[in-house]
């Protein structure tokens, strides 16, 4: 790779969790946002008056989705439900990085992210299919499991890492930067915090 092709090249560092989106880029830019898509279909009497076929759907991702929410008629989808990725969802999220990133030519990028241990093959390259198609395929793309990032910036080369989340806690099993096995536990902080807040409201009758 030539010093001027190199000079173009951008990579981003992308992490899809529950909870939050985290992504960081080339000069120090970084993103955060809440990991969480939502959309509201609507259709008024005047549309069945005028006889209109399609309902006016508004759609919200991070901040914008949590206040869109608040509405009963919304519909609010995360991106990795205990382990299992929705895969629009995260197309979506991964635009509005790209977005908040001002990415110009997505054929300069190199895409580093991390899914689930547990996720399959063909769901892996479902995600990098759909990214392809709406963002336009990356310079390259790497997807390792969501805890191997952890080892590497630990400075590791072997070692289980345990990964507690919003909602699900991952195990992975590492020799000399080879995965040798892992897993994903649906429990996590959340569970912690029911938990907690279950034992306030039994022992003292307070509601958190």
């Given at each position: ?74 519909i609010v989808i995360r991106p ?56 336009g395929k990356p310079l390259q793309?790497a997807i390792y499991p969501q ?62």
């Amino acid at each position: 790779m030539s010093r001027e092709s190199t000079r173009k090249v951008q990579p981003i560092g992308l992490d899809i969790g529950t909870s939050t989106v985290k992504a960081i880029a080339g000069q120090g830019k970084r993103v955060i946002f809440p990991s969480v898509y939502c959309k509201r279909l609507i259709k008024t009497t005047w549309d069945e008056r005028e006889k209109q076929t399609e309902n006016v759907m508004f759609e919200g991702i991070g901040q914008e989705a949590i206040d869109l929410a608040k509405h009963n008629d919304a519909i609010v989808i995360r991106p990795i439900i205990e382990g299992t990725i929705k895969h629009e969802v995260a197309v979506k999220l991964v635009q509005e990085v790209y977005r908040r990133l001002d990415v110009k030519n997505p054929a300069s990028v190199v895409l580093v992210t991390g899914l689930p241990y547990d996720v399959s093959v063909s769901s892996i390259n479902y995600l990098e299919q759909l990214l392809g198609e709406s963002l336009g395929k990356p310079l390259q793309m790497a997807i390792y499991p969501q805890s191997f990032g952890t080892l590497i910036e630990c400075g590791l080369e072997s070692a289980t890492v345990i990964n507690i989340g919003h909602s699900t806690t991952g195990l992975l099993l590492v020799e000399d930067l080879t995965v040798l096995g892992g897993g994903t536990e649906p429990k996590a902080t959340d569970y912690v915090v029911e938990q907690v807040r279950n034992n306030i409201i039994k022992d003292h009758g307070l509601v958190p």
